[in-house]
C-alpha cells in the first residue's frame, strides 16, 4: 500500500518537519469504481488534520512571496505570513506559511494550490495545525460542533462551560461566515490583490513564536465574509474530496446537481471580479512608481506624491454594498496615504523590505 | 437522485467484507472514514450499520485499520444519532484504548472523539480517571497538535478536582500508557 515514506523521527513542535507533511505516495490499486479524477494517496481526514494554517514547501527562492500570497489570497483573507527559514527545505526552494481567517478558506486554497505549477516548481501544500495554538484550537473544534449541530438540525445537548468562557476574543469569527454555511453569499471584493499592495503600510506584529521573519499583517477589514464565491461549492463539495475519495466519491447524479445549483451566481462573479483586481492592481502599481518618482525629484508631497490612480467607483446595484464600498474605498486610500507619506519621510525604509528579499536571490 | 449514493456506499461495504486483499480494506475503510466527513451521509451510514463496521475495526491487529476506522468515528460522532448509537454499543472502552495505540493519528482521533462524546450521562465514562490522567500526560508532549487537544480537553472536559486527583495519582504510579511514536 501507499505507506507514508517517513522522514525524521521529529516531534511536532512547529518549526520541525511533521511526519504528517510528507507527501504519501499515490495509491496505484485502486478498483476502478473508486477512481477519482486525480491520483490520491491513502488517508483519512479529520478535524485534527485540518488548520487554518497552511504549510507551502517547494516555492523556489526567487523572492516570490508577494506572488505566492497574492495567489492564495484569492481564496480568502489571510492573518498573517511568513516564511520559514528553519524548516527543512529543498535545496533553492524556501518554506512559507500561511494562515487563513477561516478554516474553509484554507481548505479551498489547499485543494486550488496543491501540487500546483508556481514560477516553475511544484507547491506541496499541505494543513499545519502544529501551528494553533490551544485556543484556536478549542475554537476549531467548537466550530465543527456547530456545524453538525446545524446540519443535522440538533442543539448539543453538552454545553461546555470553559470554551465560551475565555473566548472573549473570538467574536464573530467563529459564527457567521463561510466556514460551513454553503450560502453563495454576496461577492466580496474587499480583499484582493489590490490591497494587499497597500498592506504593507499597516503592517502590524503579532509576535508569533519562533522569531521568524514576519511580514505584515494581511488582513482586511468588514470582510466578514472572506471565502466570497468558492465556498458556496466547496462547501458543500469538501467532505467529499477528501484524499482517498475517487471522483466517484458521490454518484453522477448528485454530482450534478451540485454543479449545477450553487454554481450560478458564483462564477459569474468571479471573473469580472478578477480581471477588475488585476486592472486596479497594474493601475496602482503604475501609481506607486509615479509617486516614488514623485518623491525622489521633488519632497514636496503635495504636487504628484500621493496621486494614487482614482479607483474607478462602482455602483453594484445596491444601497448596502455601495456603502461597505465607499467604506472600503476610504480605508483604502487612508492605507494608501500612510504608505506615500511614509516613503516620503524616509523613502529607504520602504525599499528596504525587497533588498533583502534579493539577497535571497541566487 | 440519492439512491445513488447509498448505492455507492453499499458497494463500499460489500467490498469492505467481501475482499481478501487487506489493501483494498484499507483503502475502502478509508474511503468510508472520509464520507463520515459529511453529515449528508450520517443517515445512509448508519443504515448500513457502518458505525458496528468502525467500531469492530477498533480492535484489529492493523494499526492502519485502527487509524482509519477511528478516524471514521472522529468524523461522525458529534450527530446526536451516532452519538447515542456509539454510546450504546459500549463504544467508549474500544475508543479510550486506542488512546494507548503508538499512531499519533489514532490517539488524535481518540482524545477528540471522546470529547465529542461526552455527555452529561457519558462523562463519568469519558472522563474516567484513567484518562484524565493519559490527557495530563499527552499535555506535555513535545507534538504540539497532541498537547493542544490534551489541553482543551482537561480545560474543557474536566473539573478541576478531576486534574488534581489524577494529578496525585500519577505522581504515585511511575506505569502509564506510553506516548505515541512521532
Redesign the interface.
Known amino acids: ?1 501507499a505507506a507514508g515514506s ?1 522522514s525524521s ?6 518549526g520541525d518537519a511533521c ?2 507533511h510528507a507527501q504519501l505516495g499515490v ?1 496505484e ?3 476502478k ?2 477512481e477519482g479524477r486525480r491520483p490520491r494517496a ?8 485540518e488548520s487554518r494554517y497552511l504549510l507551502i514547501q517547494g516555492v523556489p527562492a526567487l523572492g516570490v512571496m508577494k506572488e505566492l500570497v497574492e495567489q492564495f489570497a484569492l481564496y480568502g483573507a489571510i492573518e498573517e505570513y511568513h516564511a520559514l527559514d528553519e524548516y527543512p527545505a529543498e535545496q533553492f526552494t524556501e518554506v512559507y506559511l500561511i494562515k487563513f481567517q477561516k478554516l474553509q478558506c484554507a481548505r479551498v486554497a489547499k485543494k486550488k494550490m496543491d501540487e500546483r505549477s508556481f514560477f516553475g516548481s511544484l507547491l506541496h501544500v499541505c494543513y499545519a ?6 485556543q484556536e ?2 475554537e476549531k ?1 467548537q466550530d ?2 456547530k456545524y ?2 446545524k ?2 438540525n ?1 442543539r ?3 454545553v ?4 465560551e468562557g475565555p473566548k472573549k476574543t473570538i467574536s464573530k469569527n467563529s459564527e457567521g461566515g463561510c466556514p460551513w454555511s454553503t450560502s453563495g453569499s454576496h461577492a466580496t471584493s474587499n480583499w484582493g490583490p489590490s490591497c494587499f499592495t497597500t498592506s504593507h503600510g499597516v503592517s502590524h506584529n503579532t509576535g508569533h513564536p519562533s522569531g521568524n521573519r514576519h511580514q505584515s499583517l494581511f488582513t482586511l477589514p468588514q470582510d466578514d465574509n472572506g471565502c466570497a464565491e468558492t465556498s458556496g461549492y466547496f462547501g458543500q463539495n ?3 474530496t ?5 471522483g ?7 454530482l450534478m ?1 451540485q454543479r449545477t445549483v450553487p454554481i450560478d451566481n458564483g462564477v459569474e462573479r468571479f471573473m469580472p471580479r478578477t480581471t477588475h483586481l488585476q486592472e486596479r492592481k497594474r493601475k496602482r502599481e503604475e501609481g506607486n512608481k509615479f509617486s516614488l518618482i514623485g518623491t525622489s525629484a521633488d519632497n514636496t508631497e503635495v504636487i504628484i506624491g500621493p496621486q494614487l490612480p482614482e479607483i474607478p467607483k462602482v455602483d453594484m446595484d445596491d444601497d448596502s454594498l455601495n456603502t461597505s464600498a465607499t467604506l472600503i474605498r476610504s480605508k483604502l486610500k487612508e492605507v494608501a496615504d500612510s504608505v506615500s507619506r511614509t516613503s516620503v519621510e524616509k523613502p529607504e525604509s520602504s525599499s528596504a523590505k525587497p533588498l533583502v528579499k534579493q539577497r535571497r536571490r541566487i | ?2 439512491l ?2 447509498l ?2 456506499l453499499q ?2 461495504v460489500t ?1 469492505f467484507q467481501a475482499t481478501d486483499s ?3 480494506k ?3 475503510l ?2 468510508l ?3 463520515a ?6 443517515e445512509y451510514l448508519r443504515q448500513l450499520q457502518v458505525l458496528d463496521l468502525f467500531l469492530d475495526m477498533l480492535t484489529e491487529e492493523s494499526e ?1 485499520l485502527v ?2 476506522a477511528m ?2 468515528l ?2 461522525l460522532c ?4 451516532n452519538k447515542d448509537y456509539i454510546l450504546e454499543a459500549n463504544g467508549v472502552e474500544p475508543i479510550i484504548n486506542c488512546l494507548s495505540s503508538s499512531n ?2 489514532t490517539v ?2 481518540a482524545v ?1 472523539t471522546l ?2 462524546l ?3 450521562q457519558s462523562r463519568q465514562q469519558t472522563t474516567a480517571l484513567p484518562v484524565v490522567e493519559c490527557m495530563l500526560r499527552f499535555s506535555l ?6 498537547s ?2 490534551a ?2 480537553f482537561l ?3 474536566c473539573t478541576p478536582r478531576q486534574v488534581e486527583e489524577a494529578r496525585n495519582l500519577s505522581k504515585h504510579t511511575a506505569v502509564g500508557i506510553p506516548l505515541p ?2
Open positions: 500500500m517517513s523521527s521529529g516531534s511536532g513542535g512547529p511526519r504528517h495509491c490499486s485502486r478498483a469504481y473508486r491513502v488517508k483519512v481526514y479529520t478535524i485534527n488534520l495545525p502544529e501551528f494553533e495554538t490551544v484550537t478549542r473544534l465543527r460542533r453538525i449541530a446540519a443535522t440538533q448539543d445537548c453538552f461546555l462551560k470553559k470554551a469538501t467532505s467529499l477528501g484524499s482517498v475519495h475517487p466517484g466519491c458521490t454518484p453522477p447524479t448528485p446537481q | 437522485m440519492e445513488g449514493r448505492e455507492y458497494a463500499l467490498e487487506s489493501e483494498a484499507e483503502q475502502v478509508a474511503n472514514a472520509n464520507f466527513y459529511d453529515p449528508k451521509n450520517y492502519t487509524e482509519f478516524g471514521g472522529c468524523n458529534l450527530d446526536r444519532a499519533e493519528e488524535m482521533s477528540t470529547m465529542y461526552t455527555t452529561p508532549s513535545a507534538s504540539r497538535r497532541l493542544n487537544l489541553t482543551v480545560e474543557d472536559y511514536k512521532d
